[in-house]
């Protein structure tokens, strides 16, 4: 996992200069997600037919959304769950995982077959 240090922590810690829409400690929550097995929300692709995260439980949107945008936001013909960790949205308009999304993460740690995640589950 990558994360630029101007992105890493959170101003609620310490004086910390931080990037001002990564201010909260949210990028790592974002890339550790990808480590788990999640795609951005939007699923990196613009067609509203095709696209997906291979979650049930998140909603199709089109695109990444930017800023902080007031609720609701529409793509695709569903509101936009802009407040999910998978998108691109300012860290202090980030604040969940689906059930889904907490699922998919669960199997990929818990597979015998991805051995550098599995021995976290023992790692001391």
């Known amino acids: 996992v990558v994360i630029a240090f101007n992105a890493f922590g959170s101003i609620d810690d310490g004086n910390f200069n931080l990037l001002s829409r990564f201010n909260k400690g949210r990028t790592l929550t974002h890339e550790l997600g990808h480590f788990f097995g999640l795609r951005h929300i939007w699923g990196d692709d613009s067609n509203c037919s095709t696209t997906t995260d ?4 998140t909603p199709k949107q089109n695109d990444d959304t ?10 695709c013909a569903n509101t936009k769950m802009f407040q999910n960790y998978m998108d691109y ?3 202090a308009c980030m604040n ?8 998919r993460m669960e199997i990929i ?3 015998l077959n991805i051995p550098r995640r599995n021995s976290l589950l023992t790692s001391l």
Do not use: R
């Open 54 to 57: 291979y979650v049930d439980d």
């Open 89 to 91: 949205t300012n860290d």
């Open 66 to 75: 930017n800023g902080c945008p007031s609720h609701p936001a529409t793509s």
């Open 96 to 103: 969940l995982f689906t059930a889904g999304q907490a699922s």
């Open 109 to 111: 740690l818990n597979d």
